[in-house]
Nanobody, 118 residues
Framework: QVQLVESGGGLVQPGGSLRLSCAAS????????MGWYRQAPGNQRELVAA???????SYPDSVKGRFTISRDMAKNMVYLQMNSLKPEDTAVYYC????????????WGQGTQVTVSS
């Protein structure tokens, strides 16, 4: 059974930082690359960070240099450190495999709300 539980969101001022956490099912975590996605109202869900099992990371230009993804293989955890936050980073953040696969594409956690506002 796929389980993804995100936490760590909140309200932060522009320029601030947050660290998100994701607890993932052991089966999917051990097999797949993992990623953080976000979805703002009226927008499609987008991938903002990905990490392979070996630790190779990738980011879109919109967050590169500000976001850092990491994973703890022993704890089945994925993290997203977000620095220099901007109002346009406001969204609900989710974790899942990256890329999405048939086994997980329809399974999403509750997400965690990040709001960047003064």
């Amino acid at each position: 059974q796929v389980q993804l539980v995100e936490s760590g969101g909140g309200l932060v001022q522009p320029g601030g930082s947050l660290r998100l956490s994701c607890a993932a099912s052991g089966v999917i975590f051990s097999i797949y690359s993992m990623g953080w996605y976000r979805q703002a109202p009226g927008n499609q869900r987008e991938l903002v960070a990905a990490i392979t099992r070996r630790g190779t990371t990738s980011y879109p230009d919109s967050v590169k240099g500000r976001f850092t993804i990491s994973r703890d293989m022993a704890k089945n955890m994925v993290y997203l450190q977000m620095n220099s936050l901007k109002p346009e980073d406001t969204a609900v953040y989710y974790c899942n495999t990256a890329p999405l696969v048939a086994t997980t594409k329809d399974f999403w956690g509750q997400g965690t709300q990040v709001t960047v506002s003064s």
